[in-house]
């Protein structure tokens, strides 16, 4: 059973940088996706960043290219997600999201995401 808690949120200036974390439970990462991704309010749940396959391959939104990091501590069992350069667009709720053992190729695909975290609230100002 895959577990998934974020932390890590919180109120920045635009410009600002935040760093969130997702401590993962029941799941090596060995293969498959992690990904993040955010919900603003009046809008659809949008894909973030993700990582996939032990961290060979990262793959982003267009919105946070060059500005957003996604990494994984595998000791740690933890997915991390730098935010520099914030934006007041990047405002929304973040949810770590795991897809085990998915093929290559469904980066942001969110029904091959069987497992969700219940989010941390990110406010740019």
């Known amino acids: 059973h895959v577990q998934l808690v974020e932390s890590g949120g919180g109120s920045v200036q635009a410009g600002g940088s935040l760093n969130l974390s997702c401590a993962v439970s029941?799941?090596?990462?060995?293969?498959?996706?992690m990904a993040w991704f955010r919900q603003a309010p009046g809008k659809e749940r949008e894909g973030v960043a993700a990582i996939f396959s032990g961290g060979h391959n990262t793959f982003y939104a267009d919105s946070v290219k060059g500005r957003f990091t996604i990494s994984q501590e595998n000791a740690k069992n933890t997915v991390y997600l730098q935010m520099n350069s914030a934006k007041p667009e990047d405002t929304g709720m973040y949810i770590c999201?795991?897809?085990?053992?998915?093929?290559?190729?469904?980066?942001?695909?969110?029904?091959?995401?069987?497992?969700w975290g219940q989010g941390t609230q990110v406010t740019v100002s």
């Open positions: 029941g799941y090596t990462f060995s293969s498959g996706y």
């Open positions: 999201a795991a897809a085990p053992g998915c093929s290559r190729g469904f980066a942001f695909v969110q029904i091959m995401y069987t497992s």
